[in-house]
């Protein structure tokens, strides 16, 4: 059975930092794209990152380049998701999808065919 489980979220003041564990079950994530999307209050599903797995290849949206690092551990079979410099912007549910192949730019949702459950990341003081 396919999964894929979100880690990692919680609460961090403004300027911190957490670290987001995408752990997969039922298949090998070494020819997949595993991407980060977020959703916050009121807002829709957001691209955050993806990384083509079998290259390291990686994409970012504009609003988190510099302060965010996607990377993967193959024998773990985990994506990461680095964020840095928090900002309450970034408060959602992120989540991470899975889809065979790789990808140049940074797909969107209806791309993937797997998702997580999400998990909480709220920054604030």
């Known amino acids: 059975q396919v999964q894929l489980v979100e880690s990692g979220g919680g609460l961090v003041q403004p300027g911190g930092s957490l670290r987001l564990s995408c752990t997969a079950s039922?298949?090998?994530?070494?020819?997949?794209?595993i991407g980060w999307f977020r959703q916050g209050p009121g807002k829709e599903r957001e691209g955050v990152s993806c990384i083509s797995v079998s290259d390291g290849m990686t994409n970012y949206a504009g609003s988190v380049k510099d302060r965010f690092t996607i990377s993967r551990d193959n024998a773990k079979n985990t994506v990461y998701l680095q964020m840095n410099s928090l900002e309450p912007e970034d408060t959602a549910v992120y989540y991470c999808?899975?889809?065979?192949?790789?990808?140049?730019?940074?797909?969107?949702?209806?791309?993937?065919?797997?998702w997580g459950q999400g998990t909480q990341v709220t920054v604030s003081s």
């Open positions: 039922g298949f090998r994530i070494n020819n997949y794209v």
């Open positions: 999808a899975a889809v065979r192949g790789i990808a140049s730019i940074l797909l969107g949702a209806n791309a993937y065919d797997y």
